[in-house]
């Protein structure tokens, strides 16, 4: 990839529960490039959303260590930059989108306050200026009738509608990337569409890099031009969108996409992974998708297998499978 | 009530509701009468012994109301509900729910709620056998361990508290319990929207399971389309309280007839990169509260025309136990 | 049923999370400070006798004295030994907290579960409620005290009728919240009575905050019934409580000092011990109670 826009770097973060430290991201590496649309893709305990929050430096600091790592952005390090500079950076730079539209937005503010609050800070503008654009962001995520709704609270609005609300406030200083934490989980199916369609729209538009979070595999086929899968707070496989869906390379990639309820198709039984998630205060020793693996090796239970290479920008944490993958094309 | 037992009547509806209706007075903030919102419009569908009802719907479509219409846990406001032959609407509604109530069970969404944290396992699941009443201490951990091993988990996990599990182990109890007097019809109200995927699918598989040994009859609630049909016989599909939609699953699936379930289709992602998904339907759901004159979906749907706007269009057979609500037709 | 039957290693069910709310609260500092307080002081209630000395006997010579070797806590007017009289005091007195909390808790947990439970009995309930919360707890205990006559059993009647609200209010709090749960649904669709929801479902999960109240209560009923026994409506003398003797030395509070002084810090520490107690408890039990991930 050609420089990218932002670089996280080994980052690990832990945080301190009732049964003791818990590493939720263990050495997690991306890049995302200009204008590129990245799908993190994981379950529950994957570490996917920590490692968005960490981005914008925005989890609990009483109950985490400090990550170690780099996240690199501008040719800076975020993680150490002063906090002065990194509100700058949050709803100037780089913005957030969360899951739940109906607690992210504050039931005391009109919407024009909230979408105004970043504009005010970031660029400086008085009130009625704030006001104006408020009304042109409003248009831009396509809430109908923008004039008149741009001074409702919140609880007047639909889900749908305060997620639109909540994306315009992310974009409003025109950041350089968005980071949507599973944005459409919370909606319908066909607002969740709609909402879809919007974000690939607004980033053509503004030329955004997206990192797209979410459990979704149709979500992410549909959105994602590159994807990362993460299990049990690692990165276990990263590939072009396509390439993924067709040829996993990772067992738990392709477990996931195998168990996961077809539309189109009938089954008489649903295909599973055995065994559940880890709970994420045990360690396991070796692969962490091993108790689960249809096809594990003994070496897999006792080292702890590194990311490997496995093609033009693919990257499987398998030895096992990245080395049998190699023999085909050989062959 | 196992399977194997087949009569002539084998295929009669156990489960009939016929112009359901169930209202809500919502009190307004500033004075004024009560709005009346009208969650469940004149829904009507059976269900056969040992087969799957699906219900899809999105938020407002009024699917979890009528489940827990479906069971007594809320009373309707008109129409009829016949359990097992019992009339459980209308006058002696109460008497005839009490005589089929040990038929019917519920299994409830959220795996963290639908346990009392202040009961061990073994008691959250002997709970309906405590309420029934009149069974010997034996027979009550006996039938408990049989229960559990039903859902596969440990015997051990009887002495344990919700807490210390899952949320797919904490679904497997609250399925336990449900079937501890052995029912015959199960509401399932998104039973698996609360669980990561890899765990959706077991879940999943051991309803089937179940079903096919024990006879059960379900009617699964759920907005994933997807989940629905790995487990559904016949799928019913509801928008603003309607039923908009009807047909066996097959059918509903590859040749849907009513516009909203073609769009709901259409707007599900696949795992598939190169599939091109057609433009979203715009739009939001209508609000149950004022509703306008005629057809519910007339705002959104792309072939309205003038007469959808003013008459509800009933639901009408096509052949085939394929029912829709739609002037189209 | 193979797949039902799986229970892979991974998915060990973890035996870490039992006993985890005793472990917090060993760990607690607040609660852990609290508990030794309460606890010392009700075993040097317990050990009363063991002193051999009879808090009530009067021995005129010894009247006034200052503490000493062989009085520790001095004597009183009477030449009762103080030390004696404030360790048989304290039997009464944490008695007396002990009953008026558990008291106030068992009446006021009736009234707030079957006002969540039962909307129409909730307006009349609460209503009555308000009326009792309206006049403060010392005033409304003192005006129940005066009416029921100088005794022991009147002083915790009228203390636990003043905070029976306040109890109330926090059991009706967590039962409406409980309510909504998904597992009273469950218990509904079973056939469940409300006698057993209110009982086996709103009440245990009440417990939390229906004990964290119950050890401020106990707090304040130490406290009140000294306040009762200052005006001498408390438990009749000569068997003494913290408050009785306080209220006996107050005449002799320049000379002598001491009389006040003793059962008056004891009163202090044993309702800071309660108050650390529970807020140790709060701390543990409240997030703990809310439905978690």
Not at chain 1, 156 to 183: F, H, N, T, W, Y
């Amino acid at each position: 990839m050609a420089v990218p826009l932002l670089e996280v770097d080994d980052l690990t973060v832990r945080f301190r529960t009732d049964a003791g430290w818990m590493t939720a991201v263990d050495r997690v590496s991306l890049a995302v490039g200009e204008g590129e649309a990245l799908g993190i893709v994981g379950e529950s305990g994957s570490g996917k959303s920590v490692t968005a929050l960490s981005i914008l430096r925005l989890h609990a600091a009483a109950t985490t260590r400090m990550p170690t790592g780099k996240i690199l952005y501008g040719g800076k390090d975020l993680l150490t930059l002063p906090t002065r500079e990194m509100r700058q950076i949050r709803g100037g730079e780089i913005a957030m989108i969360f899951q739940d539209p109906m607690s992210s937005l504050n039931p005391v503010l009109t919407i024009a306050d909230q979408i105004g609050e970043s504009l005010r800070l970031h660029q400086g503008v008085d009130h009625v200026t704030a006001r104006k654009r408020a009304i042109e962001l409003l248009d831009l995520v396509r809430i109908p009738d923008a004039a008149r709704r741009v001074d409702e609270y919140p609880h007047r609005l639909s889900g749908g509608m305060r997620q639109r609300v909540m994306i315009a406030i992310a974009i409003a200083c025109r950041p350089k990337l968005l980071i949507a934490d599973e944005p459409t989980t919370a909606l319908d199916v066909t607002i969740q569409a709609q909402i879809l369609d919007l974000l690939r729209d607004l980033q053509r538009e503004l030329g955004m890099s997206v990192i797209l979070i979410t459990h979704d595999m149709g979500v992410i086929a549909e959105f994602a031009r590159r994807v990362m899968v993460m299990y049990a707070g690692r990165v276990v496989e990263t590939a072009p969108v396509g390439q993924m869906f067709r040829r996993p390379v990772h067992p738990y990639t392709e477990g996931l996409l195998t168990a996961i309820p077809k539309l189109d198709v009938d089954v008489r039984r649903l295909p599973t992974i055995a065994g559940s998630i880890p709970d994420p205060t045990v360690v396991i020793p070796g692969c962490r998708y091993s108790p689960r693996c249809p096809q594990v090796q003994e070496s897999c239970r006792r080292d702890s297998p590194a990311l490997l290479p496995a093609g033009p920008e693919r990257e499987a944490r398998c030895p096992p499978r990245v080395a049998a993958m190699a023999k085909e094309t050989v062959a | 009530m196992s399977a194997a037992l087949k009569t002539d009547a084998a295929d009669a509806p156990i489960i009939r509701v016929r112009d359901l209706v169930k209202e809500f007075n919502v009190t307004r903030g500033r004075g004024g009468p009560p709005a009346i919102l009208r969650a469940v419009n004149h829904i009507s569908f059976d269900i056969r012994p040992g087969t799957t009802l699906g219900l899809v719907g999105e938020s407002g479509s009024g699917k979890s109301t009528t489940g827990r219409l479906l069971v007594g846990l809320i009373p309707a406001t008109s129409g009829e509900i016949s359990l097992f032959g019992e009339t459980i609407t209308g006058a002696d509604g109460e008497a005839a729910l009490a005589k089929v109530r040990s038929k019917l069970q519920f299994v409830f969404q959220d795996p963290h709620g639908s346990l009392n944290p202040r009961m061990r396992v073994g008691d959250c699941i002997a709970e309906p056998i405590d309420i029934a009443g009149g069974w010997s201490r034996k027979d009550r951990a006996d039938r408990v361990s049989e229960l559990l091993e039903t859902v596969g988990l440990p015997r051990a996990v009887a002495e344990r508290f919700p807490h210390e599990f899952s949320g797919g182990q904490r679904q497997r109890i609250g399925i336990a319990r449900a079937l501890a007097l052995r029912p015959d019809f199960v509401v399932c109200d998104e039973p698996v929207s609360a669980l990561d995927v890899s765990m959706q699918a077991q879940i999943i598989n051991l309803l089937l399971d179940l079903q096919e040994r024990l006879g059960l009859s379900y009617l699964f609630i759920a907005h994933d389309l997807a989940v629905v049909r790995s487990i559904a016989t016949d799928v019913v599909v509801m928008y603003a309280g309607a039923l908009v939609e009807q047909a066996p699953k097959r059918v509903l699936y590859s040749a849907p007839k009513h516009p909203y379930t073609q769009a709901l289709l259409d707007a599900v992602p696949r795992p598939d990169p190169d599939r091109v998904r057609s433009a979203a339907l715009g739009g939001e759901v209508p609000s149950i509260l004022n509703p306008l004159p005629g057809c519910a979906f007339a705002a959104r749907c792309p072939h309205v025309m003038d007469v959808c706007r003013q008459d509800r269009p009933a639901p009408r057979p096509t052949g085939e136990g394929h029912v829709v609500a739609c002037h189209l037709y | 049923m193979a797949e039902a039957t799986i229970l892979a290693s991974g998915e060990a069910i973890a035996a870490r999370r039992r006993f985890r709310v005793l472990r917090k609260l060993l760990h607690h500092r607040s609660f852990m400070a609290g508990f030794i307080i309460v606890a010392v002081m009700v075993i040097a209630a317990l050990c009363a006798p063991l002193t051999g000395v009879d808090p009530n006997q009067m021995r005129v010579r010894l009247r006034f004295r200052p503490p000493s070797e062989v009085n520790w806590f001095g004597t009183d007017q009477f030449g009762r030994d103080l030390f004696t009289r404030t360790l048989y005091g304290a039997q009464l007195s944490l008695w007396i907290g002990l009953a008026v909390a558990v008291l106030s808790g068992v009446v006021g947990a009736a009234i707030g579960v079957l006002s969540a439970q039962f909307r129409r009995l909730d307006s009349l309930l609460m209503r009555i409620m308000d009326a009792l919360m309206a006049a403060p707890a010392i005033l409304l205990a003192i005006g129940l005290g005066a009416a029921l006559g100088p005794q022991t059993h009147s002083v915790i009647i009228a203390l636990a009728v003043a905070y029976i609200p306040r109890t109330a209010r926090i059991v009706r709090a967590s039962a409406l919240v409980t309510r909504e749960l998904e597992f009273i649904e469950a218990a509904r669709v079973s056939g469940a009575s409300s006698m057993r929801i209110m009982f086996k479902h709103l009440l245990p999960n009440a417990s939390g905050p229906l004990l964290v109240q119950s050890t401020f209560v106990f707090a304040f009923a130490i406290l009140a019934e000294a306040a009762l026994s200052f005006i001498g409506i408390g438990p009749p003398p000569p068997a003494p409580s913290w408050g009785n003797i306080i209220a006996e030395g107050r005449q002799f509070a320049v000379q002598s000092w001491w009389i006040m002084l003793f059962p008056g810090f004891a009163i202090s520490l044993a309702a800071l011990g309660m108050n650390l107690l529970g807020d140790g408890l709060r701390d543990v039990l409240d997030p703990r109670l809310k439905v978690e991930s």
